[in-house]
């Protein structure tokens, strides 16, 4: 059997003390004009709980049937939260929701009225309070699948309808989600949590090292290459032994000439015959160089709980263990904790931009929000960004028209980061060129100093976690 009745659009209006009487007769007038809108059946609000700085008006709108609703949402509802926002500005927070009635024929079994989730009372084939569907049965591996990866390839998903407005559309992401537009894309944190993962995977993630089980081995050099290798080892050693013939020369030259003492040449030439051996930057052993070179002096203007903690012996400690590990644990760990600095970075930022935009009544969680999506936005340029080089590279490696375009293209990316924040901050504040512009300035000065020092505390937390 049908509905008989149409869906319900809610509106939950937050508004500050101070506006309330104007906000009140605005909401009388757009009762009144809703009452004669087609597509909608009734129209009627009441005050819900108030307090000192906030008050809380719902609006119910009743429609015909789903296709009104549908144009309803595109059309008159949408213009009419822009009148809100153009009125009342930031003194005005929409959260709106289509409620739907449950047809008979999608109610559960009476032997199973509550939900085995929470235990809410049941009324449709998925609970109401969280979501989960109504009928209590094993699901197919091929289902199974789908549920783990149906967002990443589904088309019509949340992750992709979320991807694109978030690369070519600044602080669109921020701007609905705090408008209350949010079911139509991924939560924020959840998109940033995604991307960064498939940021790290892809930058640092190499098959052939790190599968290298399931590779075929290098095949070993012909006879041709190894008798070449060895030809071209003996060139260079004949050209050392040249050079230091040479060298051997000039000083007994000058040694005639009165310049240098005749011990210096004797010297030299001794030394001819020994094997000279250079430490190699690559050494894992002396990543730190030699420990018992450590020397801690005693300053009375080092604090005392300072010295307590990195005494002496304990930073040569801490300089053996680093040394052990090698200069590629050491790199891995720095980047273990990028992550970190970066979520740490989160919060400062907020911070900023609350001091920045004192009088936008905005929380602390809206401001937090902006740098989640921007951050977000980042991860998914440096992804496209390497992934485009990686193409560009199995395309032409010896070709140097395609390497100098993929560079053009990879340094053109590069600058759409800053001026993707200035615009938006633009879209999200609303304010214009000649306010934004000193803001966006101090912004980028204090999000790149700040980008610095969470960069060395990753350093030294790598260093101190040996």
Request: hydrophobic content about 40%.
């Amino acid at each position: 059997m049908p509905n008989t009745t149409g869906p319900l659009y809610e509106s939950l209006y937050v508004i500050t003390a101070d506006i309330r009487e104007d906000f009140e007769n605005w909401l009388h007038e757009f009762q009144a004009r809703s009452a004669e809108e087609p597509g909608i059946e009734d129209a009627r609000g009441y005050e819900a709980n108030q307090d000192d700085d906030f008050l809380r008006y719902v609006f119910r709108f009743r429609a015909t049937d789903d296709n009104a609703m549908d144009a309803l949402l595109d059309g008159y509802f949408s213009d009419s939260d822009g009148e809100v926002a153009e009125l009342f500005g930031d003194n005005v927070s929409i959260e709106s929701r289509v409620l739907r009635e449950d047809d008979s024929r999608d109610l559960p079994a009476s032997d199973n009225p509550n939900c085995l989730n929470c235990g809410n009372r049941l009324r449709g084939q998925y609970c109401g309070n969280c979501g989960q569907r109504s009928r209590n049965r094993l699901i197919s591996i091929w289902q199974l699948m789908q549920e783990a990866f149906g967002d990443l390839f589904e088309l019509d998903s949340r992750l992709w309808r979320t991807l694109l407005p978030l690369l070519i559309r600044p602080g669109q992401l921020t701007r609905d989600y705090l408008e209350g537009r949010r079911a139509r894309y991924m939560p924020p944190f959840r998109t940033y949590l995604v991307l960064s993962v498939i940021f790290f995977v892809v930058a640092f993630f190499n098959p052939k090292d790190d599968l290298s089980l399931f590779f075929e081995p290098e095949s070993p050099p012909t006879a041709e290459e190894a008798a070449l290798s060895e030809e071209e080892t003996k060139q260079a050693e004949q050209k050392k032994e040249e050079q230091l013939d040479a060298a051997l020369e000039k000083l007994k030259a000058l040694e005639a000439e009165g310049k240098i003492a005749d011990e210096v040449v004797a010297e030299f030439e001794d030394s001819k015959g020994l094997e000279i051996t250079f430490n190699d930057d690559d050494d894992e052993s002396s990543l730190f160089g030699d420990c018992e070179d450590i020397n801690v002096s005693d300053d009375d203007d080092v604090p005392e709980w300072l010295t307590r903690r990195f005494s002496e012996e304990r930073l040569k400690q801490i300089c053996e263990r680093n040394n052990a590990r090698g200069n590629d644990n050491f790199v891995d760990a720095i980047l273990d904790n990028i992550p970190v600095a970066l979520i740490v970075l989160l919060p400062i930022m907020a911070l900023v931009l609350k001091a920045l935009y004192p009088l936008s009544r905005r929380y602390f969680v809206e401001h937090l929000l902006f740098f989640v999506h921007f951050h977000a936005f980042f991860f998914l340029i440096l992804i496209l960004q390497i992934l485009f080089a990686r193409f560009t590279g199995l395309l032409g490696p010896e070709d140097g028209a395609i390497d100098s375009i993929s560079t053009l293209i990879i340094v053109a990316t590069s600058f759409y980061v800053p001026v993707y924040l200035y615009k938006a901050m633009r879209h999200v504040y609303g304010q214009g060129h000649l306010v934004t512009i000193p803001k966006y300035l101090i912004l980028s000065v204090t999000y790149l100093t700040g980008a610095t020092f969470t960069m060395v505390g990753a350093l030294l937390l790598a260093v101190l976690s040996a």
